[in-house]
């Protein structure tokens, strides 16, 4: 347990604040679609099936969809890595291991997800996901665990997994959230839905292992770079960008909250020391 917080947290108070909000938008889309059908379907199926029915079928398939894509997804990964196990890296998996059993894996209703290394040819990045209905994993790219080796960096990757697991944790990659994007898209909320959930999971990773947050920053300079870097003019040049319309719309229009938004609630957090801040959605 992290010196934040004496007492275990639940997963609603780890939830970025805007997470739910967003799954609850697309639960109303998705239901004013089925009694927009229903009603198509009693007064106007004579009159030519309109293109946003077709569209959002499709949408409502995507779980069926899903159910193969994943396991394809699985396989792709898999087969071009190697998996991190207690005899394969096994100090990279010690971490993991005592991490995920923590964070409460490893019990009948939250099975412990394997871990996998691929080659990630210069990209730093790091991804959960699921194989079956119950089964979990995670990939984690060679470019950060150089940053663990050559840089003595092990508390960033403790971050990382901590926040991959934050995801699995928080029912992120559950199948079932296949069907809110499609719904959300129309809306230009898609992205939003994905970008609440990063923030979600960069929380649970400040609440399980905040001594690697402030290498967050290698994310975004580079492994070769980042020990290079000033954080105090860092943030002095995000203060100074802020407020920009054009900030805001960057961060509005990404999956991710831009590098900005993410260091600077893991300085807030650091500054204020909690793991209990939230990002700016716009």
Not at 15 to 38: D, G, N, P, Q, S
Not at 130 to 153: G, M, N, P
Not at 166 to 188: D, E, V
Request: with cysteine; hydrophobic share 45%; aromatic share 16%.
């Amino acid at each position: 347990m992290n010196d934040y917080d004496s007492k275990r947290v639940s997963i609603s108070n780890l939830r970025y604040k805007y997470e739910l909000t967003m799954i609850f938008i697309a639960l109303i889309v998705i239901f004013l679609f089925l009694c927009a059908l229903i009603l198509f379907l009693l007064f106007f199926l004579g009159a030519g099936v309109p293109e946003w029915i077709y569209g959002g079928l499709v949408g409502l398939m995507i779980p069926v969809f899903g159910f193969f894509m994943v396991r394809f997804m699985y396989w792709s990964s898999i087969s071009e890595g190697v998996e991190i196990t207690n005899e394969q890296l096994p100090e990279i998996y010690t971490i993991y291991y005592e991490l995920a059993i923590e964070m409460g894996f490893n019990t009948k209703r939250l099975k412990l997800p394997k871990l996998y290394l691929v080659n990630g040819n210069g990209v730093m990045n790091a991804f959960a996901s699921k194989c079956s209905l119950k089964r979990r994993y995670i990939v984690i790219h060679s470019d950060l665990l150089d940053l663990a080796y050559k840089f003595d960096e092990i508390d960033l990757i403790k971050f990382i997994l901590a926040h991959e697991l934050g995801h699995h944790k928080c029912g992120h990659t559950n199948i079932w959230r296949m069907i809110l994007a499609p719904f959300l898209k129309p809306l230009y909320l898609d992205k939003s839905l994905t970008r609440t959930q990063e923030y979600t999971a960069d929380r649970v990773a400040l609440y399980y292992a905040p001594e690697g947050a402030m290498s967050m920053i290698y994310l975004f300079s580079g492994k070769y770079m980042g020990s290079k870097i000033d954080l105090e003019e860092y943030f002095n040049s995000i203060d100074l960008h802020d407020e920009s319309i054009w900030l805001k719309l960057s961060n509005f229009l990404s999956d991710h909250p831009v590098g900005f938004r993410r260091m600077k609630v893991i300085k807030q957090a650091k500054e204020n020391g909690t793991w209990d801040v939230h990002g700016k959605f716009f």
